[in-house]
Each structure stands twice: as C-alpha cells, then as structure tokens.
C-alpha cells in the first residue's frame, strides 16, 4: 500500500502534466488566440481591418492565383498571403474563406490563355518571370499574383505584387508583403461600400478626354467605390456639390470668373480637388519634326491658387533621372538608326516623403513638367510634399525652343539644383478667392451669400497634367487604351495609377484605410557572398553538430547511468 507521500509523488508527477497539457490544448484550440512575438509585429492586424472584419455582412470568397510551381520568392508572397487569409478568416468568424488555385493547371492551351484574358479582364496583371527547372536549365512562366474577391454580384482584383524599378526583386517582393493588408481592405472597402462617390472630370477648357483619362476612370469604377461623371460647370453655384472630388486635367484655356467662382465655393463647402495643370503649352507628339517651340499657357487660375497657398511657376523640368527616347544618330543620308537615349523633359518622378499616398510607389512618369513654390504661408493650411525632382535636375524658362538634340546632351553639374517640388497636398481651412470682391457681376445663379472660409477640406495640386494621361493607339478596330504610366518606348510601367488612386482615396476620404500602407516587414536578407564562400564548412556544422551534439549526450547518459547502478564493493 502506498503512503501519502509517495500518492502526493505520483500527483504531483503524473496528474498535474496531464491538467497542464489538457489546459494548453484548450488555449490553442481557442479561435484567433496567438501570440505574436516578431518585432514588427507583422502577424497584427490594424485596427481599422479588425473593425471591418468583424462588421462583415454576408460570406465573402476570396480565391488566390498563387498556387503551382513557382520561383522561391512568389512562394514566400503566397505564404505570406495565407497567413494574412488565415487572420482574416478567424476574425471574422468564417465569413471570410480563401482558396489558392493555379491559374494554369488546364493543359490546354487554348482554356489556359481565356483564363488569362478573363483574369485580365477583372483586373489582374499577369507577370512574366524566369526560374530555373528541374535540369538547371532557365525557363519563362507566366504568373498571376493576384486575387478576386466576390461577395453577393459583385467582384473586385487585388493585385499583389509591387513592381518599382529600381528596387530589387527581394525588396519588390518585400514591399508586396507589406501591402497585403491594405490591399485586401482596400478591395474590402469597395465590396461592402453601400453607396458609390461621385467624381468629377471638369470639361470645356480643352482637358483631357474620356479617351486619354480612360484607365484611371476604369480603376476608379471596378474598385466598386466610385461613378465617374464629365461635365462642364454651368451656372448653378450649386453644380459641383454631388461630387465628393473633381479632377481638373490639363485645361489648355482659360477659366471664367464665374467658373472660378464655382469651384472656389464648391472649395469652401467642403469638397476636394485635384488640380493637373501644366504651365507650358508642349507636348511629346509635337516633337516629331525634332523641335517644338513651348508656349506659355495661360488658365487664369494663377490667382485663385496663390490665394489657396500654391504657385505654379512658369518654366520646364529637366531632370537626369529620366524616360528614353528613340533618337536617330544616323548622319543624313544613312538608313535611320535609333538608339534609346534620355531625354530630360521626360522626369521619372520619385514620391516624396513618407505620407501614406507615397509609399512603396514605383516612379511616376511625367512629361514637360513645371515646378511649384508654396506661398501665402497661414497656419491654417497644412501643406505636404508629394513629388519631388531628383537632386540631378534644373529649371529652364518658357518660351523656350525644345529639341531632341537636347537629349544627347549631358545636363552639367553646374547647371544643377536642389530637389524641385513638383506636386503638393493641401488641407485645413482655406480662404476663399472671392472674399472682399464685388461678385455681382459674375454670370452666377445662386449667388447672393458667398462662403469666405472653407471646413476643414483638402486639396491637391500637380504640375504636370499629362501624368493621369494614358496613350491611346488608334486602329483599325478601334481605339486601343494603353495602361496608364506606360512608356511605349521601353515598355516599362511607371506608379501613376498607383500614386492617383492612392491620391483620390485620400481625398475622398479613406485616410485610415490609407493608414494601412504605412506597414513594415523587416527584410532579414542572407549575405550571398558569404553564403558562397562558406557554403562547406556550414554544411559540415549542419550536419555533423546535430549528431555530435546526439551522441555526446547520449555518452553523457550512458556514463551517469553506470555510475548510479553500478555494484556496491563486496
């Protein structure tokens, strides 16, 4: 029979293990119990996202296309993507479910390619990229990284992998890690969004057409969070106030009183505008001949913006960090020979600063830029920086003669200055243009109060208006929209539709969801060049450690137990 100590002994060593391990099971079992320990806190989810997630009002489906044989880095992006889904998932309590798919599993030819076309079509942008296969040998596989989510009719595309030139493909990679969050409640957003916003394009001074602003009203619409309208303003005070932004794109005539009148007081009332203005009167397609003559354009706005804290001032960008051109170098008379060589009036405009708008962008790419100076300082106007020159870039006044010759130039260190501001973010309370002014004259109805200072509201001016321009090709069967940013010289996309849309939800609102850009992964690269030269002798500590370590403590416990169980002398 057993005494009390030796039951106490056994409790002790048999009983309370088992409550323990009974109690940890029950800890882990519980729905969306972790503990994240990563410095970053990358398995965290924003408050914003938490809110959203638990507010879900009906099942959501979100099918990945990241699924097959695929390079190291695009597993790592899936990973990482499941992991976001499986947060995701437990929060919401199951209304949210995922599923991976290979895209191109069919092996058909023909099934595979309408696939693509049709995952293009809602929105995704197919990649190439080229891994090694199971002979060493270099092949090209065509990816989709991207997503859809349904809920209820409607579908929305999540593209997810970040492509910006310049950074490396572990640091693109990267970035896209730390836009996953943001991109699923971005897409989100416009899924569970009730009513749409209204946005604006202001007509009848020679802006941009449907047709040149075709890809950006496009992302705009199958977000599923904006109506996209064209219009001229009449004379109703009242004309704009439907409309949450209205965008001003590159207006080549002037803007009556009574026009500026309106936007300023639909200003004061609260809404928001997008100004892309262009000072000089010059564009790409004018340089066919090799020379076009930049003109001074006047849209009688000059005012209205130096009231508001922003001049535009009237010269041309040239920067180093630039866009090719096609040039021939062929001597008169040869066979043309082109060779692609910068041209300094074609800016790659990094984002500046860390505001949500701008971060992880690719450059953007801009045309016969102007600089901007903010003026009237008041401290009740916030202004922050959007766009910057490079430090590798100066100012040329116009009228000015521009030519391709220019671009075989080199741009001389003297001639350059520091960083130019290119693009700026206004808000807070604004003056009003027409304050102390006699308006009964303007051609308005509506007039008989007039609002001197704003609400709180915001505002952005750009000095270029051609960067929300995308090419059109015309053919035979139409008209053919190309991507916005695209360069059709080097084919490369730049970030402008990217940087717009990130622009236009800030300025419709959505700054907390913006918030979420602001996420950061640490990049824990291994040092290649170490790797490669000490390749052996890690693979020898890898493997023989582990067995030394086994065999030295199995030593270790085979001498202890021959010392406690060996004989007692005789």
């Known amino acids: 029979m057993k005494t009390v ?93 995922y599923r991976f798919v290979d895209p191109l599993e069919n092996a058909d030819p023909k099934a595979r390619r309408q696939m693509v076309e049709s995952l293009y079509e809602k929105g995704l942008q ?18 989709i990284p991207g997503a859809i989510l349904s809920y209820k009719n409607k579908e929305v595309a999540v593209n ?25 409640v971005n897409a989100l957003q416009g899924l569970m969004q009730d009513t749409v916003i209204q946005v604006a394009f202001i007509e009848g001074h020679g802006e941009l057409d449907d047709y040149q602003t075709a890809d950006i009203s496009r992302e705009m619409e199958m977000s599923l969070r904006y109506k996209v309208f064209r219009g001229r303003i009449n004379r109703r005070v009242s004309c704009l106030d439907p409309y949450k932004v209205v965008i001003v794109a590159k207006p080549q005539m002037p803007f009556t009183e009574s026009e500026k009148f309106v936007l300023d007081q639909y200003l004061m009332k609260g809404g928001r505008i997008l100004w892309l203005l262009d000072k000089g009167q010059v564009n790409l397609d004018s340089l066919v001949g090799g020379m076009a003559f930049a003109f001074v354009r006047d849209c009688n706005l000059d005012d209205q913006l130096f009231r508001y804290g922003v001049r535009i001032n009237q010269n041309l960008l040239q920067d180093v960090q630039c866009a090719l051109v096609p ?59 959007l766009m910057m020159s490079s430090a590798m870039a100066k100012t040329t006044g116009i009228p000015a003669m521009i030519s391709l010759r220019e671009a075989k130039r080199n741009l001389a260190v003297r001639e350059r200055k520091n960083p130019c501001l290119l693009g700026v973010l206004l808000e807070g309370v604004f003056t009003s243009n027409f304050k102390n002014r006699m308006i009964s004259q303007l051609d308005v109805e509506e007039k008989n109060t007039i609002i001197t200072e704003s609400k709180p509201t915001r505002m952005a001016v750009i000095a270029d208006g051609d960067i929300i321009k995308n090419s059109v ?33 800030y300025l419709a609102g959505d700054e907390r969801i913006l918030e979420l850009r602001n996420r950061q992964v640490m990049l824990r690269l291994l040092d290649k060049a170490r790797i490669k030269r000490e390749k052996i002798k890690w693979k020898i500590i890898n493997v023989m450690l582990p067995l030394a370590v086994i065999l030295g403590a199995a030593i270790l416990v085979q001498g202890l137990r021959r010392r406690k169980y060996r004989p007692l002398p005789e």
């Open 327 to 385: 040039v021939n170098i062929a001597l008169q008379g040869e066979t043309p020979r082109f060779v692609p060589v910068p041209f300094y009036y074609l800016p790659l405009i990094a984002p500046a600063g860390t505001h949500p708008v701008c971060r992880n962008l690719n450059l953007i790419r801009g045309e016969f830029v102007n600089t901007l100076d903010t003026v009237n300082p008041s401290a009740s106007v916030k202004k922050i920086p």
């Open 5 to 97: 100590p030796e039951k106490i002994k056994m409790i002790k060593h048999t009983l309370i293990p088992a409550v323990g391990i009974v109690f940890m099971a029950w800890l882990l079992s519980l729905p969306g119990w972790r503990v994240d320990l990563t410095q970053e806190k990358r398995y965290t989810l924003h408050p914003v996202t938490r809110e959203m997630l638990k507010k879900l009002p009906g099942d959501v489906q979100v099918t990945v296309y990241l699924e097959g044989n695929m390079p190291a880095g695009f597993k790592r992006l899936a990973t990482a993507t499941g992991q976001m889904l499986e947060l995701f998932e437990r929060l919401s309590r199951h209304r949210l479910t």
């Open 126 to 143: 197919p990649t190439n990229v080229k891994m090694k296969d199971e002979t060493e040998n270099l092949s090209e596989k065509l990816l």
């Open 473 to 505: 090709r015309y053919t035979e069967a139409g008209a053919q929209i190309l991507p916005l940013g695209f360069d059709r010289y080097s084919h490369q996309t730049y970030g402008n539709r990217e940087f717009l849309m990130n622009l236009i939800n």
């Open 160 to 184: 997810l992998l970040q492509k910006n030139i310049g950074a490396t493909a572990e640091e693109n990679l990267n970035h896209s890690i730390e836009m996953i969050e943001y991109a699923f």
